[in-house]
């Protein structure tokens, strides 16, 4: 199965053989062994068992999370895919495998898309670049430094697969430019910008959001309201600040997003920030989701879990409890069938009303965009919230920028995601405006012009700060591009969802063919799905939030309880590495006279030790 | 413990882990005990050097073992290999690293540096940067800060160079990344008179009056935080900054400060129903310099911001009692 335009895989990036670990004997020994994926890098299986607890139709962020925590809660598990490649709807694809998914969205061979138009430059496949140098997500996610995902990352030790970067710039687009978020005490604090009272209202905000659950009385009020109402009676704070909250720091689409939920939001940023650096969030390198269902699917697959890619479902039979596959082999099952919309057998009657729209504008372009990453980074968000673009956008557009040191793309180029939620043909209309004012900013912002123009910033020799010239972007207003950007790749497409943008996960949708009360509800005849679950699609969420918590509420629903929802402990073995890492005898030899590697020596675990 | 997850011990487990720590007990018992019959026969070899750096390893915090390794060392001093200094060094530089708040390692490492020969400045150079590199991981190590104050005297002494303007500098950098550095705005205190009588500050008002904006953007930005207060509190009573204005002008300076603070304390009311405590004392001391010094007519509100604070702040209300019987 091994098809020769695919990007490497994570396993042979990260091989089973190679130890990674170098900090002491002990922990070299007790690293679990990971065997190769079958499809990646083995011939599928001859044989599938004759039963098992679970089957996983698809292998998505969500199927493939709870396949993990199914696996090493103890349930045998077999998890297909009837694409050639991991990830479905959460899939890094190609410009080679991109092509044929346009070309099967629009034959309705995947449902749940709709409305796919690809155009792709001859500079790709023919020279310049390959296909293969393209890491290209279906629904590109950022995650949280403070978030379940990523506990639970570090606690199946998943992380030890993937390879993370920070991301730490947040950019406002308002009147024509960018401004980049202030959201630091120490922003806050330096920049001269800022009115004396709105400096103090955002910090009184910012104390506030991060134990808002506990303060009742300040938001109580507010319960039903919308969250701009509560920001400007209750913290005074301007049309700006407001926006920032709402938009870049809490990531809504919608002025109207009531205030709990709000503040949830705002908050999950704030206390993400500082936990493993100045940045709030991270993203996997090589591509996003994609690469974490991989990982979660070779975590499953240490568990003894068994993959079948190119294979579908056929139909599933709650009486006898066989399900059967397009090779025509069977499988008895003990627990449960679920599926994922995409995914789902000829005849299916019981698909959730997917009737939410994502949709996506997602282009590669001839330019690094290294202007809006911040130092030594590779990526931004910039978001444009309603009513500051062209077409008059009534939701917010959000846009991850993924540069060339992420490795989703080669040099000199870059990814631009573009996500909204607005239904229908003014969907379309608010990410095009939204590619031109990213379009225009870009080409003016890395204009020669500009690379003279240093510092907006003057400080004097006390620290004072003065501000010497207008704000960039503004000033560059007139300006008018010499040259046009080229567009590499152009991919437009709707996805549907059954998960309201920006919501928590439906659990409804787990309900169908669910006994009501002590009457089994009518299974419909005929039908191939009768007694299976399915999963909920991604949503436009641009965090992770969403997948683990569908995974949990399916986990639970199988198991009974989310009590061993990945209840791993793989720590006794840090106990010793603790030990160890205290006295270290080779130490003296990486001790060099110069300061910095004198210093640098396990930065991390000095650094904790700082903290007191 | 923050962020560590408390491990339920299998019975397995724990007694492993017991065994181990009792094998660790009887290697200290056994260094501690072989240590102090050194330390009391004066007794001092290569080999007892040796086991006072495995006993440091396991406790930095035994002075007294600090103390008979320095006496060790002096006796020592013809037979040391020529690398000793540089390992000395590298073993508290290691020391700090597991344990920066010991103080007793800090004082070896100064004792080392004055003891390594020649005490040349590159020495003390690379010293100041390992000083800057221990404050960018915690900059509000007051050790560290101390620290730097020596290495820094050391460095001037030898360079006859003057540093002052290099150290503020420092400290605005310090608390611009964060304003809660009680160290840092201190440490700013203490450079300014220095700075102003040695004529370094070209033009001393407008000096002054950035500062003042830099303080009241400081309050404005962290009402909460008493670094900032007490820095205001020093900045409006030091004599450094008072002896260069003119009464109008130090009489303006006053009022930009409180009518600042009366903002944010209005603010604070509507926001939360209670006064800033942190305002109300500072209105005290900014009227008792309107009045008793600068013979403002104003109407004395001082006896009615110390109620406030003996109803909002009871834990102190004798020390507010005390300020309302003193004129």
């Given amino acids: 199965m091994i098809n020769a335009e695919r990007r490497r895989s994570m396993a042979e990036r990260r091989p089973s053989t190679l130890n990674r670990s170098s900090f002491s004997a002990e922990r070299k020994s007790s690293i679990a062994v990971v065997p190769h994926l079958a499809g990646i890098e083995d011939p599928l299986p001859e044989t599938t068992p004759d039963t098992v607890d679970v089957v996983l139709v698809g292998t998505g962020l969500v199927e493939s999370i709870l396949a993990a925590a199914l696996s090493w809660q103890g349930s045998s598990v077999l998890q297909i895919d009837s694409n050639s490649y991991y990830g479905d709807t959460s899939a890094t694809l190609t410009i080679d495998q991109l092509k044929q998914w346009v070309q099967d969205v629009n034959k309705s061979n995947l449902k749940c898309y709709e409305n796919a138009k690809l155009h792709i430059s001859s500079n790709i496949g023919r020279g310049l670049y390959k296909s293969r140098e393209f ?13 379940d995902l990523l506990s639970i990352l570090l606690k199946s030790r998943v992380h030890q697969y993937l390879e993370f970067q920070s991301l730490s710039n947040f950019h406002t687009y308002e009147n024509d430019s960018f401004e980049r978020l202030t959201n630091t005490k120490q922003e806050i604090f330096t920049n001269p910008s800022l009115p004396l009272m709105t400096k103090r209202n955002l910090m009184k905000f910012i104390k506030f959001v991060l134990n808002w659950e506990t303060q009742a009385e300040v938001w109580e009020m507010y319960r039903d309201k919308p969250v701009a109402a509560f920001l400007v009676d209750k913290f005074k704070l301007e049309k700006a600040q407001v926006y920032e909250l709402i938009f870049s720091i809490g990531l809504c689409y919608n002025i109207d997003v009531k205030t709990p939920e709000a503040l949830q939001r705002i908050r999950r940023y704030l206390t993400s920030f500082d936990v493993y650096g100045p940045f709030p969030v991270l993203y996997s390198k090589y591509g996003g989701p994609g690469e974490l269902s991989q990982g979660f699917c070779r975590s499953a697959a240490v568990a003894g879990a068994t993959y079948k890619l190119n294979e579908s479902l056929v139909s599933y ?42 949709q996506r504008l997602t282009c590669v372009v001839d330019k690094p965009c290294s202007e809006w990453f911040g130092e030594g980074e590779y990526s931004s968000v910039v978001v444009f919230p309603p009513n500051s673009l062209k077409s008059g956008n009534r939701q917010a557009v959000q846009a991850l920028i993924m540069g060339a040191g992420s490795d989703v793309c080669p040099t000199g180029t870059s990814v631009w995601y573009l996500t909204s939620t607005e239904s229908g043909p003014r969907g379309e209309m608010d990410l095009d405006a939204a590619l031109g004012a990213l379009e225009e900013s870009i080409m003016r912002e890395s204009s020669a012009d500009i690379e003279n123009d240093e510092g907006i910033m003057e400080v004097d020799n006390s620290g004072h700060m003065t501000l010497n010239s207008v704000k960039l972007g503004q000033s560059f207003k007139e300006y008018i591009p010499r040259e046009k950007l080229q567009i590499l790749v152009k991919l437009y497409f709707k996805q549907l969802t059954s998960t309201p943008p920006f919501e928590v996960v439906d659990s409804s949708i787990f309900d169908i063919n669910e006994p009501v009360g002590s009457e089994l509800k009518k299974l419909i005849p005929g039908a191939s799905d009768n007694g299976v679950l399915y999963t909920p699609l991604p949503s436009a969420e641009i965090s992770y939030d969403e997948a683990i918590t569908a995974a949990r509420m399916l986990f639970q629903k199988i198991v009974g309880s989310d009590d061993d929802f990945f209840d791993l402990d793989f720590d006794d073995e840090d106990e010793q590495i603790d030990e160890s890492a205290v006295v270290d005898d080779d130490e003296d030899d990486k001790m060099n006279m110069t300061l910095d590697v004198e210093m640098s020596v396990e930065p991390v675990d000095f650094a904790g030790e700082m903290e007191i | 413990m923050h962020g560590i997850k408390r491990r339920e011990l299998t019975q397995e487990l724990l007694r492993k882990k017991r065994a181990r720590d009792a094998e660790k007990i009887t290697t200290y018992r056994t260094l501690t005990e072989r240590v102090l019959t050194s330390k009391a026969r004066g007794y001092y070899t290569p080999d007892e050097l040796e086991i006072t750096t495995r006993l440091l390893e396991l406790n930095p915090e035994f002075n007294a073992v600090w103390n008979y390794r320095r006496d060790a060392i002096l006796t020592l001093k013809e037979q040391l290999r020529s690398d000793f200094w540089v390992n000395e060094l590298k073993f508290t530089t290691r020391q700090l690293q597991a344990y920066p708040k010991v103080y007793w390692i800090w004082n070896h490492r100064l004792w080392c540096l004055n003891e390594y020969p020649g005490s040349p400045i590159e020495r003390w150079q690379l010293e100041l940067a390992l000083v800057n590199k221990l404050l960018s991981m915690d900059a509000r190590n007051f050790h560290s800060w101390h620290y730097r104050k020596i290495v820094v005297k050391r460095l001037e002494q030898m360079s006859r160079k003057n540093l002052n303007q290099q150290e503020l500098d420092y400290t605005t950098e310090k608390i611009n990344a964060n304003i809660s550095n009680f160290s840092a705005w201190h440490q700013r205190a203490s450079l300014l008179p220095k700075m102003f009588a040695m004529g370094q500050i ?9 500062e003042l904006q830099y303080i009241i953007n400081a309050m404005f930005t962290d009402a909460e935080d008493q670094s900032v207060w007490y820095y205001i509190k020093w900045f409006v009573r030091s004599d450094c900054i008072v002896s260069k204005l003119n009464t109008e002008e130090y009489k303006n300076l006053l009022q930009q400060i409180k009518n600042g603070i009366l903002l944010i304390n209005e603010d604070e009311k ?44 009871p834990l102190r209300q004798n020390r507010y009692r005390y300020l309302a019987q003193r004129p």
């Fill in chain 1, 135 to 147: 890491g290209i997500d279906l629904s590109p996610k950022i995650l949280f430094a403070k978030s």
């Fill in chain 2, 270 to 313: 509507d926001f939360s129903g209670k006064e800033n405590m942190w305002c109300l004392k500072l209105l005290c001391v900014l009227e008792t310099i309107q009045i008793a010094q600068l013979k403002l007519d104003i109407v004395p509100k001082r006896s009615e911001y110390l109620d406030k604070l003996i109803k909002f702040d």
């Fill in chain 1, 317 to 358: 039979d709650p009486d006898t409890k066989i399900a059967i596959f397009g090779d025509g082999s069977k499988v008895g099952v003990t627990e449960k069938v679920v599926i994922a919309p995409t995914q789902c057998p000829e005849n299916s009657r019981n698909v959730p009303k997917q009737k939410y729209e994502v």
């Fill in chain 2, 202 to 210: 070209p033009d001393e008002k407008s000096f002054i009056n950035r």
